[in-house]
C-alpha cells in the first residue's frame, strides 16, 4: 500500500483535533457516536463520511425493493427499539437512523462529504493525522486524533463487481448494477434478466416483476432461501396487547436470535438435516412440479454462504405467478438481443441488471502509515477481528456474516469504550496489539477461513485482509452467541496489548 500523491488543493493551515475520530456514518458509525456520547461523556469526538447523508448502505442502494436480509429487532440498536415490520425497506431503516441521529444530538458531531485519504500515525506526537478531502468544495482538510474509529464498512459504494462476459458490448439493451442504479430506469413492459442469485437478486426480482413484462434470474449455482413473515406474530400479538415497546423489542430480539443460533449450530453438526429442511420449507410455495434441486440446492453447506431471507415467500410468489422464471447456468456469450447460455438457449432482454456482488474495500481504500512506514493491512495479525498487531490506536468495525451486522457493531463499541476507559485509567496514551513471545510461531490462517463461510467478495480479496492465529486473542470470531460473552470479559491486562 502507497500514499496517495499530493493533492493540488492546498491543505488548510488550520488542524482539528478530537479526541476519538470516528470514519463513516452508517450502521456501525452512527451506533459508535452513540455509545461515545453515553459511555464517554465529555469525549471529543467527530464522524466523517464521504457521503450526502448518513447511513451508508441505506443510503447508497436505490435500487427497487432494497430492504434488510436480516431482522430488525436484531439490526436495530439494543438501546433503540424497533417499532416497525422485522424485514423492513431501506427507508424505514433510514426513518429510524434519522431518529437515532437527532434524538441524540449527533447531527453536531458529523460532517458529510469528507472522504479519508491518508491517516498517518506518529509515535513522537501520540496521535494520527488524517487527511480529508471535502466532496463539495475540493478543499483538503487535516485532523489530529488520539484514537481512530474506522467504522465505514466493508465495501466500495462508488461501483459494484462484474464479471467479464465476452459480447457485452453487442448487446442492444442497457446493462445496469443496482448498486448504482439509474434513477430514470424503466423497466415497465420489458424483458428483464437478473444475472445472480444472492439476497440483491432476490429482492429486486419480486419488485421488478410487478411490472416488467417477465424477469429471468439467470444463476451460475444456487443459493439457499429461507422465508419468513415480513411481521413477526409475535410482535403482532405483543403489540396488540399494548406491551411496552422496550419489552417487545427485547422479546423478538431473543425469539430472532435463539432461531439463529439453532440454524447456525445445525449448519455445523447437521448439514444435511438443515438441507432438507430448507428444501422441503421452499417446496410447497414453489410452482408444482418445479425442479428444486437443480435451482435451489447448492452444493455447499447451509451457511457457508449467505442464507438469503424472503419475506413472505415474495420470490417463490412471483415463480408461482409466472412473473418471473430461474435459469441456472453459465453464460456463454451477450448477444445483441440478451444473452447465450452454455445450453444454446437465448435469454432475450431490455433489460440486464448484473447483481453479482460487490468489492471489498480494505479499510476503506485510506493510505495507512505508522512512523512513515506504509501499513500493509494482510501483513497483521487481528486481535479479536477489531484490531491489528503493528498499528496503535485503531479499532475497525466489521459486523457478522450469521448474525446482523449491528450486534457485533455494538459489541465492539462497548470494547472500545472500556479500552479507552482503562487507558486513562493507566495513563495511558498509546495501545497496541503485540504478539507474545508465545505467540511468535503461531500458525495464521486467513481472515475468514473459506471453510466456515466463503462467498465471492471474501474469496476475491482475502489476500488483502489481516491474518488471525489459531488461539485468542489471535482470532476472528463471527457468532453472536461466542462473543457475547468473550468480548465483554476480555482482559485487557493479559499482555496481547501493549501500552505506554
Known sequence: ???????????????????????????????AAYHLRDQLPGTSFVVLDALENHGGTWWTHRYPGVRSDSDLFTFGYRFKPWRGPSIASSEEILHYLDEVVSENGL????????????????????????QVTRGDTGEEL????????????YYRHAQGYTPEWPGVDRFQGQVVHPQTWPEDLDHT?????????????????PAIAETAAHVTMLQRSPTFFYARPKTHELATTLRALDVPAEWTHEILRRAYLAEAAEITRMSFEQPDELREFLIESMRPLLPEGFDIDQHFNPTYRPWQQRLAI???????????????????????????????????????ADVVVTATGFDLSVFGDIAFTVDGQPVDFAGTVTYRGLMFTGVPNLA??????????TLRADLISDFVCRLLRHMAEKGA??????????????????????????????????????????REPWTHLHEYTVERELLPAADLDDGTLAYS
Open 107 to 130: 447531527d453536531e458531531h458529523i460532517r458529510y462529504q469528507h472522504r479519508v485519504t491518508a491517516a498517518s500515525w506518529s509515535s513522537e506526537d501520540r496521535r494520527w493525522t488524517v
Open 310 to 348: 424472503l419475506p413472505d415467500g415474495d420470490l417463490f410468489a412471483a415463480l408461482r405467478e409466472g412473473a418471473a422464471s430461474i435459469v441456472t447456468d453459465t453464460i456463454d456469450s451477450f448477444t445483441e438481443t440478451g444473452i447465450r447460455v452454455s445450453s444454446g438457449e437465448v435469454l432475450e
Open 189 to 205: 413492459g420489458k424483458r428483464v434478466v437478473v444475472i445472480g442469485s444472492g439476497a440483491t437478486a432476490a429482492t429486486l426480482i
Open 396 to 405: 475497525y468495525v466489521f459486523g457478522y456474516f450469521r448474525n446482523s451486522w
Open 1 to 31: 500500500m502507497t500514499m496517495t500523491e499530493p493533492s493540488a488543493v492546498s491543505v488548510q493551515e488550520r488542524v482539528e483535533h478530537v479526541d476519538v475520530l470516528v470514519v463513516g456514518a452508517g450502521i456501525s458509525g452512527i451506533g
Open 429 to 470: 496514551t498509546t495501545v497496541v496489539p503485540t504478539l507474545r513471545a508465545e505467540d511468535a510461531d503461531m500458525p495464521l490462517g486467513p481472515w475468514v477461513d473459506p471453510e466456515n463461510f466463503n462467498p465471492g467478495y471474501l474469496a476475491r480479496s482475502m489476500h488483502l485482509m489481516p491474518k488471525q492465529g489459531d
Open 142 to 153: 487535516l485532523f489530529t486524533t488520539g484514537f481512530l474509529w474506522m467504522c465505514q464498512g
